[in-house]
Structures are given as structure tokens and as C-alpha cells.
């Protein structure tokens, strides 16, 4: 059973920066799969943040390219985020996301951790 | 860039009735790029259709997702209580993300 666990710090002073963990268990990061990071500001809806695949290949969005960085560290078995000049705007739930392959060049997130939140705030 | 527009905004159904929401591309996508996801209150989301129209392991066949080019439809056949939640659609290109605003179900 595949499960994946965000950790961090839950509280960020505005200017910042943000750093988050996830721990990928029953499944090993150097799989076929790409793992990727989300975020829901309280009451919103869900921001794709970024992706990675174990051998380097990295996309972000656009509007956020500039301040993050995802990271695999292959001997944790985890994935990283970072944002840097955090306001409060980024105060959301960070989930991180399995993008499984499901052939013929069709993909889905298909396992989720269950978020954390993390509040930008001095 | 492709923007997901999504309507309803808020859909609210009595159990047993069929609930259809909409998914509007700006730009016409790959079928196999359109993902449906389920996220109900304190959840993270949960994937329910890929490919447009197939159902992940495990949900129900009341969901059906149906659609092609830039109109895309996912269909709750017969509401259940606890199909009251918020459905996001997704796509994907050239490697890039996004999510619709999502539509948020109530059961009457």
C-alpha cells in the first residue's frame, strides 16, 4: 500500500522561506512514477505547485517558478519542497502527489498525502 | 496557457437524482490529459476519472466521465449522501498542470 506523508513546519514568517518534506512509503522514488507537490489555500480551490521525476526532469508553474525548488533525495526516499519570500498569500495545505502512469501517454495523481498546513504569518 | 472552467458552482440534488457537471477547456485538449478528482471536507482529493472517461480502481460506476476537445462532463448517476463533496477536473500539457475552480455538490 502506497502512502505518502508531508512534514514541516506549520507556521512561516512572511518573507520566508518554506520548506516541506514528503516521505514516500510502499513505493520507491526511482520508480516510474512522478511525484508532485499541490497546495489549497483555506477555502480555495487546488494550485498545482511543481513536479519531478528521479532523473531530473523538473516543470514548475509558471506563476510560482521563481521561488520554488523541488528536490527527490533517493536515500530518504522522499521528495522536498521549498518557497522562498513566502507572503501570506501562500498559507495553504501542502499535499504531495503520486502522477502515475497509467500507459499511452495518459497520467492522473492517484495517491495523495493527507496535506499539512502551513500558516505565513509573523 | 488552458484555462478549466467549471460549472456549476454549487449543485444541489436529493439523493437518487443524476448530477451532471461541466468541465470547459479554452483551448481544445488531448482526452487522455483530462483528469476528474472527488475532495470531500478535511480530505485531500481523491482520483475518480483519467483519460477522460475511465474510472481509477475502486470507484463506484454511478461516475461516468464522458467528453472530447474542449467539453467535458462528469455524471453522478444516482447521488449518495456521501458523494457531497467538491470535484475539481485537471489537465495536463507540455508537462504543465492546472485545475478548474472546481463544483461543489450538496445532497438536499
Known amino acids: 500500500q502506497v502512502q505518502l506523508q508531508e512534514s514541516g513546519p506549520g507556521l512561516v514568517k512572511p518573507s520566508g522561506t518554506l520548506s516541506l518534506n514528503c516521505v514516500v512509503s510502499?513505493?520507491?522514488?526511482?520508480?516510474?512514477?512522478?511525484w508532485n507537490w499541490v497546495r489549497q489555500p483555506p477555502g480555495k480551490g487546488l494550485e498545482w505547485i511543481g513536479e519531478i521525476y528521479h532523473g531530473g526532469n523538473i516543470y514548475y508553474n509558471p506563476s510560482l517558478k521563481s521561488r520554488v525548488t523541488i528536490l527527490v533525495d533517493k536515500s530518504q526516499n522522499q521528495v522536498s519542497l521549498t518557497l522562498t519570500s513566502v507572503t501570506a498569500a501562500d498559507t495553504a495545505v501542502y499535499y504531495c502527489?503520486?502522477?502515475?502512469?497509467?500507459?499511452?501517454?495518459?497520467?492522473?495523481?492517484?495517491?495523495w498525502g493527507q496535506g499539512t498546513m502551513v500558516t505565513v504569518s509573523s | 496557457e488552458i484555462v478549466l472552467t467549471q460549472s456549476p458552482g454549487t449543485l444541489s440534488l436529493s439523493p437518487g437524482e443524476r448530477a451532471t457537471l461541466s468541465c470547459r477547456a479554452s483551448?481544445?485538449?488531448?482526452?487522455?490529459?483530462l483528469v476528474w478528482y472527488q475532495q470531500k471536507p478535511g480530505q485531500a482529493p481523491r482520483l475518480l476519472i483519467y483519460g477522460a472517461s475511465s474510472r481509477a480502481t475502486g470507484i463506484p460506476d454511478r461516475f461516468t466521465g464522458s467528453g472530447s476537445g474542449t467539453d467535458f462532463t462528469l455524471t453522478i448517476s444516482r447521488l449518495e449522501p456521501e458523494d457531497c463533496a467538491v470535484y475539481y477536473c485537471?489537465?495536463?500539457?507540455?508537462?504543465?498542470?492546472?485545475f478548474g475552480q472546481g463544483t461543489k455538490v450538496e445532497i438536499k
Open positions: 502527489a503520486r502522477d502515475h502512469d497509467y500507459g499511452d501517454s495518459t497520467w492522473a495523481f492517484d495517491i
Open positions: 485537471q489537465h495536463y500539457r507540455s508537462s504543465l498542470w492546472a
Open positions: 510502499g513505493d520507491s522514488i526511482i520508480s516510474s512514477n512522478w
Open positions: 483551448q481544445s485538449v488531448d482526452s487522455k490529459c
